[in-house]
């Protein structure tokens, strides 16, 4: 049965796990005890996304095999999907006191280690892996990333440099290049290094990402939005909370002290949830633009668009014609750009159902609002402020759920 294994490894390299996993349950059938087999088969289930299985998997090896490193590894490699990411360290902390030479292992810790913000750790995992294997393009890449965090920029592009001297061919490493540019205010290389990402592999989504931001870096706006969103994105989530709250209670001090310092704060937190969608609308008239935008890209801003032109059409409704139901369609339309505009800001499918279903609660309230408009002539109804107390909450939940995963 060994060219079942052999078959299962071909058809892992070619990306066709539901075949792998298909080959490897049948040699299981027979050698229900084989590690190797059981290692391939995780490792389908991971890359299939379903580690649910792939953690039954996992288990089970280690009652068989309780000192093989590799199901630790995949053990932290879930975990750390799942943003788990102490008992991903404790994971690969195992992997690695088993088998202390796998420059993959470091990799993986120093990764996990950059998304808790603790960088000067990360750089020393990094430089563990590559004290193992001075060319691991995964290490350097890391390594990089955390200098970069650290201020240490010229020594990030020194090193991401050195890593394409290694394989001027490898995607991940240009896309890398790419955001790096990007973090330093020069689109122009970032779109440059995002496009050989793609020449080199179409599929590397990281890129595509990048892509786009680079796209929209060219109006002066996004470019000051995009300088906020990677100021926030390096620091930890106390002090995420702490700009928020403090940027809350200004605008509540400036409401009463100085009004036109509270509408530019209103306004500049408001950008912060509609500028990505508005301008991926605008790059949807670029005929390289809408191909870099993913599906869910596309669907948010065509929603953004039809709730803009909405409110748009039913202000200019009211101005015309002083009906109470026109301003509270408009205030609802105005209002639902919110939640609509981080439906899929989360990359947890379930936090991404809940603000699914909390954006059309929010929408039914408008609906209602609407109709109470229309029958007593009062568009702030009862209907319309708890409406506007439902977003307000929203946008809290909202910023607790991507601090935590940011």
Known sequence: ??????????????????????????????YANDIDGLYLLALCYLNLQNTEEAEHIISNALSLAPADDRF???????????????????????????????AAYFALWSQILLYKKEYSQALEKAEEGLAIDPENEACLNLRSNALFNLGKKEEAFSNLHEALEHNPENAYTHANIGWKWLQAGDHKQALEHFRESLKLDPNQQWAKSGMVQAMQARYWLYRMFLKYAFFMSRQKAGVQWAVIIGIFVLSRIASTVFFPLYVVLALAAISTWLIGPVSNLFLRLNPYGRYALTPEQTKVSTLVGIFMLVGLLAAGGFWLTSIAALLALAIAAGVLLLPLSSLYASDSPKWRKIFLIYTVAVGVLGVCGVAEAWYDGDPFNTFMTVMLLGVFAYQFLANYVITRES
């Open 1 to 30: 049965m060994a060219f079942l294994i052999q078959r299962a490894h071909l058809l892992l390299q070619q990306g066709r796990y539901k075949d792998a996993v298909t080959a490897l349950r049948q040699h299981l059938s027979t």
């Open 72 to 102: 630790f590894y995949l053990r932290a490699n879930i975990a750390f999907h799942k943003n788990q990411y102490s008992a991903a360290i404790n994971a690969v902390s195992e992997a690695v006191a088993i088998n202390p030479h796998d």
